[in-house]
């Protein structure tokens, strides 16, 4: 009996059983309910952190995206003369001027920019002018069309073609012949921009290409073979005929007093400058960089054919090749010493092969000298 009673379980303890299951199943029921929460936490759990990182670098690159297009935006749609820009900067005293040109009339930033792909050289190193005697003294002013006012070209406009790095070196090389010989002559670029199978045309180029170019083939006059501009690369059929006029030797000259020199000795010489937005509109007065002006890529081929001072500062005087409506009847001032345009630096001269010299005497008659050249440049190289 006593067994019986120890394997069957009372009826006290059997009703409580009974009334356990009922929470037992309810707590299983809210495990089961945690499990399921903390599997669909589980993902977020695990890549919270990529999905943070991801998040960020989204939103960077959505940044970027954003001042890119707004950038690239601007340049297509802000006109180079823009009046108000133009107020603001001349009612601030900065030493020039700015003003609208026909050049530029209805250019926006963008349509300028393919403008300025000039340079001076391709080439590794290129030769050294020779020095000037350094006893000479230099005025405090010089204007080449002051000393040689029937050798000064008419400005020239490249018109809508990235042509200065031939326009100005062939406007250099009249020049100097004419104050060489006494003979005025206004020579072309358009045989070698339609001619020579290396140019480029329009789409820009090196000064010292054409260069070699003009020792090699000879230059045209204008009258011959006008400037065209087009950005079709021809050659005019007639060009053959054409007298030419062709470089001895070209050089490379530095530091502000022996360009004078240089200037001074042999005539105007060819600076490539980077072009900052407000000299598209450069007016009057001495130019120079301001700090936060935007400023293209590339460079832009400009005379330099004097100096003069003004209220204590010096300047170039330079002629510039987007007709006469630009600056002073297409001349501007540029500050010397202006680190940032490179004018002090390097500029190059080219030397006219001349085989005779016509000297006009006081009482006017002609008398022809033959003359033996010699080269205007040192053999050393200068790094370019």
């Not at 495990?31 to 999905?51: E, N, T, V």
């Amino acid at each position: 009996m006593s067994e019986q009673r120890a394997s069957s379980p009372s009826p006290a303890r059997r009703s409580a059983s009974q009334e356990q299951d009922p929470k037992i199943a309810q707590g299983q029921k809210n495990a089961q309910k945690a499990m399921q929460k903390r599997k669909k936490r589980s993902f977020l759990d695990k890549y919270a952190y990529h999905l943070v990182i991801g998040g960020f670098l989204l939103l960077c690159a959505s940044a970027l995206f954003s001042i890119f297009f707004s950038k690239s935006k601007k340049i297509h749609l802000t006109p180079v003369i823009d009046e108000e820009d133009i107020t603001a900067h001349n009612s601030e005293n900065l030493g020039f001027t700015l003003g609208p040109n026909a050049y530029f009339e209805g250019y926006k930033l963008s349509d300028a920019k393919p403008l300025f792909n000039n340079q001076f050289s391709f080439k590794s190193s290129l030769l050294r002018c020779a020095s000037s005697e350094e006893s000479t003294i230099i005025e405090d002013s010089y204007d080449f069309r002051e000393k040689f006012p029937d050798c000064v070209n008419p400005i020239h406009n490249q018109g809508n073609c990235s042509s200065s790095y031939a326009v100005t070196p062939a406007s250099v090389l009249s020049n100097r012949y004419c104050a060489l010989t006494g003979k005025f002559v206004d020579l072309s670029p358009q045989t070698y921009l339609g001619c020579e199978p290396t140019s480029k045309n329009c789409e820009g180029g090196a000064v010292a290409n054409f260069l070699d170019y003009a020792k090699k083939e000879g230059i045209p006059e204008l009258s011959c073979t006008p400037y065209t501009g087009d950005k079709n690369k021809t050659c005019p059929e007639d060009s053959a005929a054409c007298l030419k006029y062709n470089a001895l030797e070209y050089c490379v000259s530095s530091t502000a007093e022996t360009i004078k020199r240089e200037i001074l000795k042999n005539g105007p010489v060819v600076a490539v400058i980077p072009v900052y937005r407000d000299f598209l509109i450069y007016k009057d007065g001495i130019y120079r960089v301001i700090e936060g002006t935007s400023r293209f890529q590339g460079g832009h081929a400009i005379k330099v054919l004097g100096w003069g001072q003004e209220e204590g500062r010096e300047y170039w005087i330079i002629e510039n090749t987007w007709g006469d409506s630009w600056g002073v009847n297409g001349y501007g001032k540029v500050a010397i010493g202006e680190n940032d345009l490179y004018i002090d630096n390097f500029v190059m001269a080219v030397t006219p092969r001349v085989d005779k010299v016509e000297t006009v005497s006081v009482d006017g008659s002609t008398t022809t000298t033959k003359t033996s050249q010699d080269s205007n440049v040192e053999t050393e190289n200068l790094d370019n």
